[in-house]
């Protein structure tokens, strides 16, 4: 019997998507799901909304103030490790999420459990999770078989698996847990936390990223590119080249060393496609090069490329968009 834990996130008072999709792999997967929430009395919880999940357990830890821990999220991590030490799973989900990507390696440490991040395909046969995650910067996808009786922590990329709604004919019960901290916590040190990040919608929900690289040529030329992703409704993103010439935040690099996204649409402009910008990329569902040289290697991967100097190409798209949205 499989018993899971999805540890899910809250987003502006609901469920992120990211965890509505750990749920639907933890419904194909498993025997019975629970869910555990981290709230602090700021939070918004959508208790309405959250009783009729498709899931049989739901734990909401009940814990100081978060501000102190934004970004950090140690109260968290240590919240979940201490909820973990009093409950057997045989499998623990994150999503690899901002805050999946902080908390769950160091609540697998903390428990002593085995943890693998960025996965992107799970299936279980008899008694083995079977787990494809990429490597080398994503030029290969590694095979892992992990046992389903060593209680393994995952992180899984959101957005990836084709995963069916799931029919709902349960009620879950709820369990509010009070975590006790007995020590000052070194959260406390930190006094004031800044958002400097200049992401209105988060690049790993965008649907739609326009990203631009050196071939911009210059930080101007990103107001271009953002006037295109507010067109379109959607996110901007940058190569690593193009945040380390400082013309734009390094918060909306996309890469190896940056966000993985994986949106409907990709439009990248003046990037060349290497390795480690793919790494970030390229399971996206259909990307748009934009490139003057015609053996870039982002038409590799591309589904539709225009050969040619972004300039002119991005400026009649944008009055093409225009058009449109007068009639
Ligand atoms: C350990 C490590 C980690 C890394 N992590 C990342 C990462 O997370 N993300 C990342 O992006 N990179 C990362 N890199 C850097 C990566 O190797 C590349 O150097 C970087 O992605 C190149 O960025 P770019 O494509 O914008 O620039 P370039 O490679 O210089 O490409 C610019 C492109 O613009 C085109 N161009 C030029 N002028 C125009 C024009 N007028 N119109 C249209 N096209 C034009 C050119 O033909 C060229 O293809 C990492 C490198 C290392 C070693």
Redesign the pocket.
């Known amino acids: 019997m499989i018993n899971t834990l999805v540890v899910g996130e809250i987003k502006d008072g609901k469920l992120s998507e990211n965890s509505f999709d750990l749920l639907k792999i933890s419904d194909k997967l498993s025997d019975r799901t629970s869910l555990v929430l981290c709230t602090s009395s700021q939070d918004n919880v959508p208790l309405d909304d959250i009783k009729i999940l498709p899931v049989d357990f739901i734990y909401l830890l009940k814990i100081p103030s978060l501000d102190i821990d934004r970004g950090i999220y140690d109260i968290d991590t240590y919240a979940l490790s201490v909820f973990l030490n009093s409950k057997d799973f045989n499998l623990i989900l994150f999503s690899k999420s901002e805050y999946g990507s902080v908390v769950a390696p160091r609540v697998a440490f903390r428990n002593k459990k085995k943890y693998l991040s960025d996965c992107t395909g799970i299936s279980l046969k008899e008694d083995l999770f079977l787990i494809e995650r990429p490597i080398y910067?994503g030029v290969a996808i590694a095979e892992y078989q992990v046992s389903t009786n060593i209680s393994p922590v995952f992180s899984i990329r959101s957005g990836l698996q084709n995963l069916d709604d799931i029919s709902n004919n349960k009620i879950a019960a709820i369990e509010e847990i009070d975590i006790q901290f007995n020590e000052p916590h070194p959260a406390k040190m930190i006094e004031e936390y800044s958002n400097d990040s200049l992401e209105e919608i988060k690049l790993e929900d965008a649907k739609i990223i326009v990203s631009?690289?050196?071939?911009?040529?210059n930080e101007i030329a990103f107001e271009e590119l953002k006037k295109l992703a507010n067109l379109l409704g959607g996110a901007l993103g940058?190569?690593?080249?193009?945040?380390d010439a400082g013309w734009i935040d390094h918060s909306l690099?996309?890469?190896?060393?940056?966000k993985t996204v994986t949106p409907d649409l990709y439009i990248s402009?003046?990037?060349?496609?290497?390795?480690?910008?793919l790494?970030?990329c390229s399971m996206s569902k259909n990307i748009v090069a934009?490139?003057?040289?015609k053996d870039?290697?982002?038409f590799n991967v591309a589904r539709f490329g225009v050969i040619?100097?972004?300039?002119q190409?991005i400026k009649s798209f944008i009055s093409s968009i225009e058009d449109l949205s007068l009639k």
């Open positions: 910067g631009g690289g050196r071939g911009l040529g940058a190569s690593r080249a193009a945040c690099q996309i890469g190896l060393t940056g402009v003046g990037i060349s496609g290497a390795s480690q910008h790494a970030g934009i490139n003057n040289d870039a290697n982002i040619g100097d972004w300039n190409i």
